[in-house]
Every structure is written in C-alpha cells, then in structure tokens.
C-alpha cells in the first residue's frame, strides 16, 4: 500500500490534476483516474482495486458536485469501512469550494478537512504535505520532477527542436541560462 489515492468529480479534476504533479514531484505515488485508467477498463473494478489493495491514503477532493455524484461518495463510503477496519484515518478529506459540514453525507460531517478553499490552493497543499509527513506517507522517487515528466506528459511533448514560446508581453526565440522575474 504505497500510493496515494485521489478522489474527485470530473468538475474538480483541474485541482486533481495539479494535486497529481505536485505530490508526485514531491516522491509520493499518486493514483488519479485521468492519469491511470485506460480505454476499455472497468473503472469501477479497477477503481475499487486500487482503493483497497494499493492505496495508503484516500485524499477526497469534497466539493458540491463530488458531494451530488454517486462515484465520489462511493470511494468515500469504501475509505471510511477501510479506515474502521485498518483502525486509521484513510480518508483525508480536501474542501474544494467551501461546502459545509451540513451539505455533507452525515457520514463525512464530522471529519476534520483540508481547506483548498479559503486561501487558495497553495495554504491547502502545505498543510496536507505537514499531515502527510506525520502520518509517514511512503516515498519512492526521488526525482519527482523529472518522473513526473516522464509519467505524466503525453507523448512528444517535449521535443529536443527548438520552438517559439511567447509571453503576454515578449516572443522568446531561446530560453536563456538564467531567468529573472521582474514585478
């Protein structure tokens, strides 16, 4: 059990999919439906595999539509049995849009979550890195950025010619050896 299992309705998968790259940068194992599951595979076996066999954590990305959609409180309802049966806190609940506790199946309104709300992304993804280290959230890569490149990316995407990359402001013909930002 080494990954960690993201959770989500479509309508949230920007958040899902930045969550994705930047715990993988991080070294952590991530399982993320856009980026795991293939043309012709049953999602929910799969689905349900993956939740009970490799998983270590459960995050929810809760939010209004999550929180309307079947799937979503499905892997919900699947993490809580685990969680009581393994005697742990696997499910780790991310407030997406500032739903609120009485908006929620009566069995997530008690649950302590992660704002990704109030304050924006970055507050939330320090605050579930802190809770991931204390729980001891296994690692297996060490150059998460550059694996995470390899894994995630379609291919050819990045190609060894050279290309135009334009700014708002500036066409940029080569990218130089060192980059400044100026406000």
């Known amino acids: ?15 899902a999919r930045w969550l994705t790259l ?8 991530v399982w993320c439906f856009e ?13 349900g595999a993956a939740i009970k066999q490799q998983t270590f954590r ?8 999550s929180a309307a959609k079947p799937n979503p409180v499905k892997e919900w309802t699947l993490a809580l049995a685990l969680g009581q049966e393994r005697k742990i806190d696997f499910l780790i609940p991310l407030n997406v849009d500032g739903i609120r506790s009485t908006e929620l199946p009566w ?31 296994p690692k297996g890569r060490d150059r998460g950025s550059v694996i995470s ?5 379609p291919e050819n995407v990045l190609l060894p010619a050279p290309e135009t990359l334009f700014s708002n ?6 990218i ?3 980059l400044k930002g100026y406000r």
Do not use: C
């Not at 299992?5 to 920007?14: G, K, Q, R, T, V």
């Not at 490149?149 to 990316?153: E, N, S």
């Open 107 to 137: 069995t997530l309104s008690d649950i302590n979550w992660i704002s990704f709300h109030s304050g924006g992304w970055a507050p939330g993804f320090k605050q579930l890195f802190a809770r991931l280290e204390k729980i001891g959230a």
């Open 169 to 174: 402001t500036v066409a940029f013909r080569a």
């Open 1 to 15: 059990m080494n990954h960690l299992f993201i959770s989500y309705a479509l309508e949230d998968a920007a958040l």
């Open 22 to 29: 930047k715990l993988t940068i991080e070294g952590y194992h």
């Open 58 to 65: 459960m995050l929810a990305l809760i939010s209004r539509k």
């Open 149 to 153: 490149a390899r894994d995630y990316l």
């Open 35 to 47: 980026f795991q599951m293939l043309g012709g595979e049953s999602f929910p076996k799969e689905i």
């Open 176 to 178: 130089p050896a060192t």
